[in-house]
């Protein structure tokens, strides 16, 4: 290299040599980076004194290593200066080198004797990030190469914050429950920026409801009190968790978990809202037989047993043997009761809690089977069925042909007329939905037996039979829709089912 000094070689216009330090001139880009944190610049040239100039000039800041071969390029940098020679061996491997560290930026120098800077062709610029001719003034030289390693570190972070973000991204997509961001507004609406994979499981909604509020997975028996609640909290800007009444897209209903956090800037204004789904319909199904079931042992159970006690003692006292007989029809009659409700309790659990099925079952089988049970059990009832022409019916609802047997025994079993009719029909609703309903001429169900399946269970207001109950579950477990129409010339049930829940 040229041993002039900066003032006769131009100084910081770049022409100075690097061979005399600038003093304190040279500003804070010569200042000692900590140990720890200094940057590595490769020299990649010939062993003359060009490279020792250079090297003394930038050691002061960075961590120099020099080599004269192009297998060099394989180890760890963050800018690498090459002279004329140095590129021309590895003009390829500087190809290669860069796309081992994409995304990263990598700077490359190329070092040019004075004047030579012009005939430089397309390939060199298409390869190296900077030209520097020889001399260069020290102080040009640590800026022009800090300008490029800062530009490298700018890149590293960024790519450590894409990464960073896509760890997260992919810890939410593959997360077990529903995640989704919404973006606060002024409005009432708090459209969709992002949902998860389990989200889209869970809703069976893609990506065409991003920009849409959350509320289309709300329905016609959507709470309005969770409704509400909702709402006041995010009126507020505080979190909630609420259970919920939704819907899938395919009209399924399910009860979903529902929590939503709202996330603040710096200042603390709420910019977004974090949203968590689960689907606790199980849950839910579960609460209610508890329910229920605890009714029936705390009502139903109590009285029969007060029952036969009353009748027993009555045995005791009793020398009328005709009212002696009365009493002991009386306790077998409950006692028969109570092991009615045993099985009906039994059955309800056989029913209601098994998982999902893997395999479909054919509905028409199945119905065809029940007619002729209940045309044999009673001979004087009228059942018919009336099913689609086009082939099976499948479906893996569970417990779904229990459910429409139960509705069918019953409306014999409760009809004192000579000749109880009963019609099952079966219908096709798209998209991929199954309706039945099924029609008696019967003397019509209680208004407290239907009104517990709104209100609850009350020590005033409960159902007397299970049975009513065990189909609402089958119905609430595959997410369908159940409806009793019933006065004093007949019931109708109706259960509408997706195909596959």
């Not at 490298?152 to 989704?180: C, H, N, Q, W, Y």
């Not at 409005?187 to 499981?201: A, I, K, Q, T, W």
């Not at 209610?288 to 045995?315: F, P, Q, S, W």
């Not at 309903?437 to 005033?460: F, K, M, N, R, Y």
Request: aromatic share 4%.
């Amino acid at each position: 290299m040229d041993s002039k000094s900066d003032a006769e070689s131009g100084g910081d216009d770049g022409g100075g040599p690097p061979d005399r330090p600038a003093g304190d001139d040279a500003g804070p880009a010569l200042s000692r980076a900590p140990d720890g944190d200094r940057a590595t610049v490769l020299l990649l040239m010939d062993a003359d004194r060009d490279r020792g100039l250079l090297s003394d000039a930038l050691s002061d800041r960075y961590a120099v290593r020099t080599a004269e071969s192009p297998g060099a390029l394989n180890g760890e940098f963050d800018c690498c200066l090459l002279d004329a020679g140095a590129f021309e061996a590895a003009a390829d491997a500087i190809d290669t080198r860069r796309e081992r560290a994409e995304p990263a930026f990598l700077p490359f120098v190329l070092l040019v004797s004075e004047g030579s800077r012009a005939g430089l062709g397309h390939a060199a610029w298409e390869r190296v990030d900077d030209v520097i001719e020889l001399p260069v003034g020290r102080r040009a030289l640590v800026t022009r190469v800090s300008n490029l390693i800062e530009r490298r570190r700018t890149s590293l972070r960024f790519r450590r914050t894409v990464a960073d973000l896509r760890r997260k991204e992919r810890a939410m997509d593959e997360a077990p429950v529903g995640i989704t961001l919404a973006r606060a507004t002024d409005g009432d609406d708090s459209p969709l920026v992002y949902h998860n994979r389990e989200f889209e499981e869970l809703t069976g909604y893609g990506d065409e409801i991003l920009g849409e509020d959350c509320r289309f997975l709300q329905g016609p028996d959507t709470g309005e009190e969770s409704r509400a609640r909702i709402r006041r909290a995010l009126d507020e800007d505080r979190p909630v968790e609420v259970d919920i009444l939704n819907y899938r897209a395919n009209g399924q209903k399910f009860w979903n978990r529902l929590s939503i956090a709202p996330l603040r800037d710096k200042e603390g204004n709420v910019t977004s809202y974090v949203g968590f789904q689960a689907d606790i319909t199980e849950r839910k199904i579960r609460e209610r037989r508890l329910e229920v079931m605890a009714r029936v042992l705390n009502h139903n159970l109590r009285n029969k047993m007060n029952l036969i006690e009353g009748y027993a003692d009555l045995l005791r006292d009793d020398p009328d043997e005709e009212s002696r007989r009365r009493s002991l029809d009386v306790i077998a009659e409950t006692a028969s009761d109570l092991t009615g409700i045993a099985g009906a309790v039994q059955t309800v659990d056989e029913t209601v809690s098994p998982p999902g099925l893997d395999d479909p079952i054919n509905l028409r089988d199945e119905l065809v089977e029940l007619r002729d049970r209940l045309r044999s059990r009673y001979p004087d009832a009228s059942v018919t069925i009336s099913l689609p022409d086009d082939g099976p019916i499948e479906t893996t609802a569970v417990g779904l042909p229990v459910a429409v047997s139960e509705a069918a025994e019953n409306a014999v079993k409760h009809n004192d007329a000579a000749t109880p009719s009963v019609e099952v029909r079966v219908e096709r609703r798209p998209p991929e939905w199954i309706a039945i309903e099924v029609e008696d001429d019967g003397p019509g169900i209680p208004d407290h037996e239907t009104q517990v399946l709104e209100a609850g269970e009350t020590s005033l207001t409960h159902a007397d039979r299970l049975g009513i109950w065990l189909m609402y579950w089958v119905v609430a477990k595959a997410g369908g829709e159940f409806d009793i129409d019933t006065d004093g010339e007949g019931t109708t049930v109706r259960l509408e089912v997706p195909v596959r829940p």
